[in-house]
């Protein structure tokens, strides 16, 4: 339609307003077409750097949900563990199983077990720690000793790394881990299915190891799980009733929207900081152990009070003030209009700034560097006072190492990290579609 | 209501009529039976601003009292003083004596929930909760603790959906949500809601402003009813509206009451200049 074809005769104060705003939409539609492109690259350079992070974490980390383990059936001799014949708990302890696996080894080798060499080198096959499993099934079944049982034991990092195929093979033999007679057994073996790739359960529950193969994030996990109790037994209450009490019962005065600011900037305030206050605080004033999830319970619950503060008083200024009203208007208590009407309609958004909170909490490292969780912790905890240590700590410890074994645990610690929190953040959208209700 | 029956037809073009010079103060001609709400200048402050001035007024029981005025004048602040709903507002201040049955309100010793639960309000906008149509009526009698077992809370529910005029059309859902409801369904919920606590007095602030002409109609006959029962003070914009429910009118403006009187008087024969240009149209 052209500017001609109108008929003349506006009324307004500018004569030829249809013409002139014709004129103008070409502009405007451009402007609007060309800000959802920027919008729509915005979000592709976005999902390609996830997408890149992503891939490169699952390919260096999903290995390390497979470990190689030698089938070995181990002739669990009496002489070698109970020599005296007692059953005593210390001579079970300290007896050379290392021996018993190698021996089962060179055999299932078919090796000459009087050649010490090659005695030797069978064993630089197997774990330093491979005795663990082996002295446990004894220690707890004590009728089996003199029997041949079948183990699967664990292979050396080295003999993992082959496996995997990430073992260099052209290096000079002189200035490689593994010799070509090790590395001619290890291939046999493959085949023969004595050294197989099974399900690494042990990265979910060892400790920590200086061996890689050994290594786990158990200790970890259960630090970590210690902490997000003390969080939301103490920060969700705290936080919640803080967020009331200031939005509802408060004065409105100098005092409060000082105390307001605070809490806003404390949500903003590093880490770290944190993690200082905790070692000045809980450590060396109240005399709380180093290393104990407790302490970093703690002052993770510090850091995840605004957020759940700003989030609850977010959550409950969004309650529309007409059911107040409506509450108050049939004769309510103040406390009854709160617990009845105004705290089940916040909930949903209480939620999901508690589990955002946990979340963002879940994947702190600094602070807890702060308060000695960097620790070398083999046993797992079994109250929040024994030394633990906390997933991303772990990731960081391991991200140190030099070990192939490690950089894929680095990856595959993160990889669970990452699923942990993909699961906080999806039951946080769960539950708000689940308590959300519209008025 | 008798005498009030012509007056629904009450149109505008009838107020056209010249007023009389301002004879005789506010109030002249006052309830016979002893009031049930007196104010004795009130005067309500939001900070420094001067909502409420002065306002003396005695409001009968059984009968509906209308505020009318425009926008700002303070109808609904003084209408908010009288179940005290206003001390939820920081820096409201109320000075003088509003007193129910020659008690008064804002004396210290005086609760404020037992006020409450005596003063029902029905707010502009429909405001159920996001419950059941059961739980939104069944919430005062129970936190009130007026029944004693489920059958006479049942009874309550049903004696107070059937006062508001909405038994029949929600009897077969009453567990449904309050908020599914239509706007005007949801106005007679919170009105069956208010009823149900069995107060003395219904507030009812712009009831019919957020709803059609059909649903305002229906609230209108519904006011009609519960003035039986009840003392009702409704502030409208709607002079129709104030001039079809209501026995008594007072016309509020710039926080100050100007008049008060029979609403057959206020709207054909004003005394006050303000009153007759409101009425009629020349402002607010």
Redesign the interface.
Known sequence: MTAEAIPAGNAGPVANSRSLVEQGLKRRYAAEARFKAYGIGAIVIGLAFLVIVFASIMQRGYTSFVQSEFRLDVFLDKEVIDPSGTGDENDLLIADYPALIRDALVKALKLDPKSRTDTRLAGELLSTNADTAVRNFVLANRDQIGKTVPFWVLAHGNVDSVVKGAFDRSVPEARRKLKDKQLGWIDSAYASGLLAKRFNTGLFTFGASSQPESAGIGVALIGSLFMMLTVVLLAVPIGVAAALYLEEFA??NRITDIIEVNINNLAAVPSIVFGILGLAVFINFMGLPRSASLVGGLVLALMTLPTIIIATRAAIAAV?P????????????KM?SIT??VLP?AVPGILTGTIIGLAKALGETAPLLMIGMVAFVVEYPRTPLDPATALPVQIYMWATAAERGFVERTSGATLILLAFLACMNILAVILRRRFE??? | MDGEIGDRDMDMSIQSTQTKPAAKPEAATAPKAAPKVVARDANVYYGEKHAIKNVSIEVADKSVTAFIGPSGCGKSTFLRCL?R?ND?I?GCRVTGSIAIDQQDIYDKSLDV??L??RV????Q?P????KSIYENVA??PR??GLTRNKAELDAVVEASLKRAGLWEEVNSRLHESG?ALSGGQQQRL?IA??I??SPEIILMDEPCSALDPIATAKIEELIDELTQNFCIIIVTHSMQQAARVSKRTAFFHLGVLVEEGDTNQIFTNPTDPKTQAYITGRFG
């Open positions: 004065p409105k529309p007409s059911i107040r009203e409506a509450a108050l208007g049939v004769g309510a208590s009854q009845h009407h309609l209700r519209r008025w | 179940n709903m939820t920081p929930v037992l409450r639960a029902g309000m029905v707010f906008k405001n159920p909760f996001p919430y005062g936190i009130h908020t919170c809601r208010a149900a606590v």
